[in-house]
């Protein structure tokens, strides 16, 4: 975004890997690598946002929440309990993340959190 620093930032790495397996035949593995730099949330009667600024912050709002719901259900369901349908359609930044969040990946969060905000 050029005139605002608030926005999610992705930026995907496509891996591929070629080697000789143990029975000599060629083996391509794929990867992905998703480093994601996402907007913090704000509390909307604090922040004094009009008009477009506003807008930016509901929607960076509502997709943090939608991130949150996914990483519950993904969470419940490795503890065992049936959680039905993971919400990953209800924001684009889970669907593009949707398969390096759930299945047969790895996962890493780093936070950075400041005591005023």
């Known amino acids: 975004n050029e005139h605002s620093s608030r926005s999610h930032a992705v930026l995907t790495f496509h891996?591929?890997?070629?080697?000789?397996?143990?029975?000599?035949?060629?083996?391509?593995?794929?990867?992905?690598?998703?480093?994601?730099?996402?907007?913090?949330?704000?509390?909307?009667?604090?922040?004094?946002a009009e008009g477009e600024t506003r807008k930016e912050t509901q929607q960076i709002n509502l997709s943090l929440t939608a991130l949150g719901d996914v990483?519950?259900?993904?969470?419940?369901?490795?503890g065992g309990r049936d959680v039905g349908v993971v919400p990953y359609r209800n924001s684009k930044l889970t669907f593009l993340l949707k398969d390096s969040l759930g299945g047969n990946s790895?996962?890493?969060?780093?936070?950075?959190?400041h005591p005023d905000g």
């Open 15 to 48: 891996v591929e890997s070629r080697f000789l397996g143990a029975d000599g035949a060629a083996e391509v593995r794929l990867g992905k690598l998703h480093l994601v730099d996402l907007a913090g949330s704000e509390r909307l009667n604090m922040s004094n």
């Open 71 to 78: 990483l519950n259900k993904l969470s419940a369901a490795a």
């Open 106 to 113: 790895k996962t890493l969060m780093l936070a950075n959190l």
